[in-house]
């Protein structure tokens, strides 16, 4: 995403070197993996297998979770300071009705 305009900053990336998308995919995937092989250990009978490949799944979950939180955490903190820089000093989002 970037930021348009003529003011400092502009055509500026917002996140630069982000690799959100990526990241996204990637774990879960990872997550999609990781279940599959705690089905198979549980069909198993291996209990042990599927507690430790649970708590995997549930690490990278977390880091997912929080990796997007913080991804859209700064895109609203750079929404709010580019708009405060171009002197918008009120701003209201709504879902538009038809």
Request: no cysteine.
């Amino acid at each position: 995403m970037t930021r348009t305009g003529t003011g400092a900053g502009a055509g500026r990336d917002v996140y630069r070197r982000s690799r959100a998308k990526e990241d996204f995919f990637y774990l879960t995937r990872r997550i999609a993996k990781i279940e599959s092989e705690a089905d198979s250990a549980r069909n198993a009978g291996d209990t042990e297998g599927f507690r430790r490949l649970n708590r995997r799944r549930r690490r990278l979950f977390r880091k997912l979770v929080g990796r997007m939180a913080h991804l859209y955490w700064n895109l609203a903190n750079h929404l709010v300071r580019g708009l405060w820089e171009l002197g918008v000093s009120r701003y209201t989002s709504a879902i538009p009705t038809i």
